[in-house]
């Protein structure tokens, strides 16, 4: 890239644009000659505790009605493979010790990988924590987005909106979080373009509180330490293999096309994630094996 | 058939709504695990079954799987021994390109070949500090050996081999270094 501050790593019709940092700035779609500004973030919401109900198993209930940035400094490594094209990617540790990312892109697909560790979320202070991971757009998404239902159609969501009912708004951050089973997306009509991330487990999801046009928030991580009162009675408080708490290892696959194309993309891209090629290894002797 | 139906009902207890939303007890979570994991075991019991019904008679080689790929860690391939892989494509279409990735340990030179003793380009990526210190995680893994495999058939599987040297090969798995963008 001509910019010196900038890294450019090209998909097959993607150019992700990187800050001297390491941080995601942009993406550029070739073939529509179109692009959109981005960033990713992890930032956390304390649960509720307290005297009130609380933040549980089968509640999310943030404290507060804002996030809080999980982390700041970054520190990033570019691994490039200028021979083969194999690998593309980007390892970001963050300044605290429990998050870290590798994002990676490939030559022959049009998606951005998101591989990320969480955990074990630090407790000492005695406030439970659920982190979300946002991916932040300038796409102008009126306020709406879309989620799937167990894979199948994708539904129509509106921020403190019901559509059968007049929506009085008594929890305004968990009210608009809905079931993410497979993907959630935006969409900006009047550029005809739309983002969709792909989950690779159920999740839940939103626009961000922040800013509700142009972001998608997906709930990664919890960990909790009171009960909610609805019947599991015990804290959403994993032990892990060690007994500080849950790490969890997932990933996201951010999609970019315009709003026809799109799922043509995202539903065979879903089956591919669900059903990955079993590997196994055997010890027959490769004569035997011709 | 037996070992099948253990599956089915392990997944018939998995949709229980707690299983399903994560609201169970921490004791019953750790049992759904077991159960899911010896339902496991017993499917790739079937799958080792097929494969001898297919492979020479004299042929008693049992499958490793690689269950804690998720965490970059496999026991098999990190012992530093040339393998055979095998990769099954349980999609009802073609995969084009498939990256592979397979935790190794580090010191000696890896090389991928196809079917047709055709060499693969494939290259080592370190596995960041963030991975390797997952609670739990025991693995001499240092890196991934990274490949292509161009084409697996729809229900198909391909076959790779993964050869281990100590003397580096013509064709070596190459190094990818890192780049610090602020330098």
Same mark, same amino acid.
């Given at each position: 890239?001509?910019?010196?501050?900038?890294?450019?790593?090209?998909?097959?019709?993607? %150019?992700?644009?990187?800050?001297?940092?390491?941080?995601?700035?942009?993406?550029?779609?070739?073939?529509?000659?179109?692009?959109?500004?981005?960033?990713?973030?992890?930032?956390?919401?304390?649960?509720?505790?307290?005297?009130?109900?609380?933040?549980?198993?089968?509640?999310?209930?943030?404290?507060?009605?804002?996030?809080?940035?999980?982390?700041?400094? %970054?520190?990033?490594?570019?691994?490039?493979?200028?021979?083969?094209? %194999?690998?593309?990617?980007?390892?970001?540790?963050?300044?605290?010790?429990?998050?870290?990312?590798?994002?990676?892109?490939?030559?022959?697909?049009?998606?951005?990988?998101?591989?990320?560790?969480?955990?074990?979320?630090?407790?000492?202070?005695?406030?439970?924590?659920?982190?979300?991971?946002?991916?932040?757009?300038?796409?102008?998404?009126?306020?709406?987005?879309?989620?799937?239902?167990?894979?199948?159609?994708?539904?129509?969501?509106?921020?403190?909106?019901?559509?059968?009912?007049?929506?009085?708004?008594?929890?305004? %951050?968990?009210?608009?979080?809905?079931?993410?089973?497979?993907?959630?997306?935006?969409?900006?009509?009047?550029?005809?373009?739309?983002?969709?991330?792909?989950?690779?487990?159920?999740?839940?999801?939103?626009?961000?509180?922040?800013?509700?046009?142009?972001?998608?928030?997906?709930?990664?991580?919890?960990?909790?330490?009171?009960?909610?009162?609805?019947?599991?009675?015990?804290?959403?408080?994993?032990?892990?293999?060690?007994?500080?708490?849950?790490?969890?290892?997932?990933?996201?696959?951010?999609?970019?096309?315009?709003?026809?194309?799109?799922?043509?993309?995202?539903?065979?891209?879903?089956?591919?994630?669900?059903?990955?090629?079993?590997?196994?290894?055997?010890?027959?002797?490769?004569?035997?094996?011709? | 058939?037996?070992?099948?139906?253990? #599956?089915?009902?392990?997944?018939?207890? #998995?949709?229980?709504?707690?299983?399903?939303?994560?609201?169970?007890?921490?004791?019953?979570?750790?049992?759904?695990?077991?159960?899911?994991?010896?339902?496991?075991?017993?499917?790739?019991?079937?799958?080792?079954?097929?494969?001898?019904?297919?492979?020479?008679?004299?042929?008693?080689?049992?499958?490793?799987?690689?269950?804690?790929?998720?965490?970059?860690?496999?026991?098999?391939?990190?012992?530093?021994?040339?393998?055979?892989?095998?990769?099954?494509?349980?999609?009802?279409?073609?995969?084009?390109?498939?990256?592979?990735?397979?935790?190794?340990?580090?010191?000696?030179?890896?090389?991928?070949?196809?079917?047709?003793?055709?060499?693969?380009?494939?290259?080592?990526?370190?596995?960041?500090?963030?991975?390797?210190?997952?609670?739990?995680?025991?693995?001499?893994?240092?890196?991934?050996?990274?490949?292509?495999?161009?084409?697996?058939?729809?229900?198909?599987?391909?076959?790779?081999? #993964?050869?281990?040297?100590?003397?580096?090969?013509?064709?070596?798995?190459?190094?990818?270094?890192?780049?610090?963008?602020?330098?």
């Amino acid at each position: 890239n001509d910019d010196k501050s900038k890294w450019q790593v090209l998909t097959k019709n993607l %150019i992700v644009e990187f800050y001297s940092n390491g941080t995601i700035s942009r993406i550029f779609i070739d073939k529509l000659h179109q692009s959109i500004s981005i960033s990713n973030e992890f930032r956390l919401y304390h649960g509720a505790g307290g005297t009130g109900r609380h933040s549980g198993a089968y509640i999310f209930r943030p404290n507060e009605q804002k996030t809080f940035p999980v982390t700041n400094k %970054i520190k990033s490594t570019f691994f490039i493979d200028r021979k083969y094209h %194999i690998v593309q990617e980007v390892h970001q540790q963050f300044d605290s010790s429990f998050v870290g990312q590798i994002i990676r892109m490939d030559k022959y697909n049009d998606n951005v990988e998101f591989d990320f560790v969480v955990g074990p979320i630090p407790v000492n202070d005695q406030i439970g924590k659920e982190i979300v991971v946002r991916y932040k757009t300038d796409l102008e998404n009126d306020e709406t987005f879309y989620t799937d239902a167990n894979g199948r159609q994708m539904l129509r969501r509106r921020w403190n909106y019901r559509p059968s009912w007049k929506y009085n708004v008594q929890e305004p %951050i968990s009210g608009n979080y809905y079931p993410v089973n497979s993907r959630i997306a935006i969409r900006d009509e009047k550029q005809s373009l739309q983002m969709t991330i792909m989950t690779d487990r159920s999740q839940g999801g939103s626009l961000s509180p922040e800013q509700i046009n142009g972001s998608i928030d997906i709930m990664i991580h919890r960990r909790l330490l009171h009960d909610d009162y609805f019947g599991v009675g015990e804290a959403l408080n994993e032990p892990g293999v060690d007994g500080h708490g849950l790490v969890i290892r997932g990933k996201h696959l951010l999609l970019l096309n315009s709003i026809k194309q799109s799922a043509s993309e995202h539903r065979p891209l879903a089956q591919q994630m669900f059903m990955e090629p079993i590997i196994s290894f055997t010890s027959i002797e490769s004569n035997k094996q011709a | 058939e037996m070992n099948l139906t253990k #599956m089915r009902e392990a997944m018939g207890v #998995m949709q229980h709504h707690d299983a399903v939303t994560g609201t169970e007890k921490q004791h019953v979570a750790f049992n759904y695990a077991k159960m899911l994991d010896s339902a496991m075991l017993q499917c790739r019991h079937i799958i080792n079954e097929s494969y001898k019904k297919l492979l020479p008679k004299s042929s008693t080689s049992e499958h490793e799987f690689c269950p804690y790929l998720n965490i970059s860690s496999c026991p098999t391939t990190e012992m530093g021994e040339s393998r055979i892989i095998y990769l099954y494509n349980p999609l009802g279409h073609r995969l084009i390109n498939h990256t592979v990735r397979l935790p190794i340990k580090n010191g000696y030179y890896y090389r991928i070949q196809d079917q047709n003793n055709q060499s693969v380009p494939s290259v080592l990526v370190p596995i960041p500090e963030f991975v390797q210190k997952i609670p739990g995680r025991k693995s001499v893994a240092t890196k991934e050996l990274v490949f292509r495999v161009p084409v697996i058939e729809p229900l198909g599987i391909t076959t790779m081999y #993964m050869y281990v040297d100590k003397n580096e090969q013509p064709n070596s798995a190459i190094e990818i270094k890192g780049e610090n963008p602020d330098d």
